[in-house]
């Protein structure tokens, strides 16, 4: 018997501006160079074609400071919820299976645990503002 798959990436209607807020934080968070290419001696050894150092990078961020503002509230969350927040909105790696079989979850409750998050990412956010 084939297993239903459980869809992680799906967003609930409710979580619609959290997740508006939390896509302006993904791209905040990945438009930061890696200190790699700016410290090491070896820059003639990085991969080539992929982000050269003339290469601008290419922003979405709609507001810095409310991705600041969601960058602490993230951070304060409790570490699977971080993290589960980190790999859905910036890491994108490892797989979905991968991440849940890490961390000990099926992939239903790595849909709720997400869920969750949103909910304390809201609820905090409700709270500064």
């Given at each position: ?22 896509l302006n934080w993904a ?43 969601v960058e602490k509230v ?56």
């Amino acid at each position: 018997m084939k297993r239903d798959e459980v869809d992680v990436f799906r967003v609930d209607a409710r979580h619609g501006a959290v997740h508006e807020a939390l896509l302006n934080w993904a791209a905040w968070a990945r438009a930061k160079r890696s200190p790699m290419y700016s410290r090491s001696p070896l820059w003639k050894l990085a991969r080539i074609g992929y982000r050269q150092s003339h290469a601008p990078l290419v922003r979405e961020v709609i507001d810095d400071a409310a991705a600041v503002r969601v960058e602490k509230v993230i951070a304060a969350l409790p570490p699977l919820h971080r993290d589960a927040m980190r790999w859905w909105y910036v890491w994108q790696w490892p797989s979905t299976r991968v991440f849940a079989r890490m961390h000990g979850l099926t992939i239903a409750a790595l849909l709720q645990v997400c869920d969750d998050a949103r909910d304390m990412v809201a609820n905090q956010i409700k709270a500064v503002a």
